[in-house]
């Protein structure tokens, strides 16, 4: 069993900043791309920004310049640090891992909890 624990969200005023962390755990032979989606009530989830295993990212238009995601390999954890934030960033975050529990499985999506950030205007 494959678990990702995300920590970080909360209430920050427009034009601050937060920092969201995302560990994974468990049964895990390897893990490939990492990253956060957001999602608000009555729409689709969506991507925020991903990493991959060897540090290339890419992010949504609407977070660049903003936000930066990175990882520590050996932590198999993923962070999200959001600066300049807006109403609009207001959302359930979700922690993403595509990853292989053994070295002969195929690799499949992990899915955290989802972690609140309301940002007042």
């Known amino acids: 069993q494959v678990q990702l624990v995300e920590f970080g969200g909360g209430l920050v005023q427009a034009g601050g900043s937060l920092r969201l962390s995302c560990a994974a755990s468990?049964?895990?032979?390897?893990?490939?791309?990492m990253g956060w989606y957001r999602q608000v009530p009555g729409k689709q989830r969506e991507l925020v920004a991903t990493?991959?295993?060897?540090?290339?990212?890419t992010y949504a238009d609407s977070v660049k310049g903003r936000f930066t995601i990175s990882r520590d390999n050996a932590k198999n954890t993923v962070y999200l640090q959001m600066n300049s934030l807006k109403s609009e960033d207001t959302a359930v975050y979700y922690c993403?891992?595509?990853?292989?529990?053994?070295?002969?499985?195929?690799?499949?999506?992990?899915w955290g909890q989802g972690t609140q950030v309301t940002v007042s205007s």
């Open positions: 990493i991959s295993s060897g540090g290339s990212t």
């Open positions: 993403n891992a595509n990853g292989k529990r053994t070295w002969g499985s195929v690799p499949s999506d992990y």
């Open positions: 468990g049964r895990i032979a390897s893990i490939n791309a």
